[in-house]
């Protein structure tokens, strides 16, 4: 069935250090790849996201890539900040229908 | 510039009872997505529409039924609550659907509570 995993599911990075979360899809299928942040009690952001014609993407100091063959696809944050502290979930999407299959989440915590 | 927006913002209903849960997607989107996320889990996809029309279906029993209008705001239906489906409901639109995906924009949720 379709799944997405995702790992790790916490990380914690001293400021300034970088972080790396990445996540596995089951269906090769999936054509798009979006990250989204959620901070505790408010919504899920959409951060960046990735076509699947794509292998990689960045916006100022995160990137995002992909690795269709092995069906992986990964969030690097450079230059952690206290602020980037919030659960991060990597989702595949599915054009015929719209849906995204969401990974478990990754509790990021960045120490000042 | 509104965001997708929700209503109610909490409920609570009892066991066995009905709720309605409304969206109103971003201006001039035309799709909208509903998903369920329990506490400490990643969103589960339950219904995408577009034009009014049902175009994807989650692994959801037909207790959860829903419909968008011509304004293209929606609602979520759930019969027969049972304490499973305590969760926050979200709500996410986006611009267009052709055969390429397309972001997905959230609604700040509604958080249901089933005693």
């Known amino acids: 069935g379709e799944n997405v995993e995702q790992h790790p599911s916490t990380l914690s990075v001293q400021e300034g250090d970088s972080a790396v979360i990445k996540c596995t899809y089951s269906?090769?299928?999936?054509?798009?790849f979006p990250w989204y942040k959620q901070e505790l009690g408010k919504r899920p952001q959409l951060i960046i996201d990735?076509?699947?014609?794509?292998g990689e993407k960045k916006d100022q100091r995160i990137a995002v890539t992909l690795n269709k063959t092995a069906k992986h696809f990964s969030l690097h944050i450079t230059e952690t900040q206290p602020e980037d502290s919030a659960v991060y979930f990597c989702?595949?999407?599915?054009?015929?229908?719209?849906?995204?299959?969401f990974g478990q989440g990754t509790t990021l915590q960045v120490k000042p | 510039d509104a965001g997708v927006t929700q209503s109610p913002t909490h409920l609570i209903k009892t066991r066995g009872q009905h709720v309605t849960l409304r969206c109103s997607p971003i201006?001039?989107?035309?799709?909208v997505s509903w998903y369920q996320q329990v506490l400490g889990q990643g969103p589960q996809f339950i219904f995408q529409?577009?034009?009014?029309?049902?175009?994807g279906r989650g692994n959801f029993p037909d207790r959860f039924s829903a419909r968008q209008f011509p304004n293209y705001s929606s609602e979520l239906n759930v019969n027969a609550l049972l304490l499973g489906d305590s969760a926050l409901y979200l709500c996410?639109?986006?611009?267009?659907?052709?055969?390429?995906?397309?972001?997905?924009?959230f609604g700040p949720g509604t958080r249901l509570t089933v005693t």
């Open positions: 996410a639109s986006s611009s267009a659907f052709v055969w390429y995906v397309y972001e997905q924009y």
């Open positions: 269906d090769s299928a999936s054509n798009y």
């Open positions: 990735i076509r699947s014609n794509v």
């Open positions: 989702a595949a999407g599915f054009s015929n229908t719209g849906k995204l299959i």
């Open positions: 201006s001039g989107h035309k799709s």
């Open positions: 529409y577009y034009e009014k029309e049902e175009r």
